[in-house]
C-alpha cells in the first residue's frame, strides 16, 4: 500500500542521514534545541565511536 512505501522511504531517509551526517545532525539538534538532550542510545553510540 501507499503507507508502506512512504514509510520505507522514510526509513531510507533515516538511514541515509545516520550514515553520512550523525555528527552534523547532533551538532545541529543540539544547537537548536540546547534543552533538549539527546536520547540515551544515541548518546551511548557516539561515546563508542571513535571521532572521524
Keep these: 500500500s501507499l503507507n508502506t512505501l ?6 531510507l531517509l533515516l ?3 545516520e550514515e553520512g551526517g550523525r555528527q552534523a545532525a547532533l551538532t545541529l539538534t543540539n544547537e537548536s534545541f540546547p534543552l533538549t ?3 540515551p542510545p544515541r548518546a551511548a553510540e557516539n561515546t563508542r565511536r571513535p571521532q572521524q
Design 37 to 39: 538532550p539527546p536520547s
Design 15 to 17: 538511514l541515509r542521514v
Design 6 to 11: 512512504f514509510l520505507s522511504l522514510l526509513l
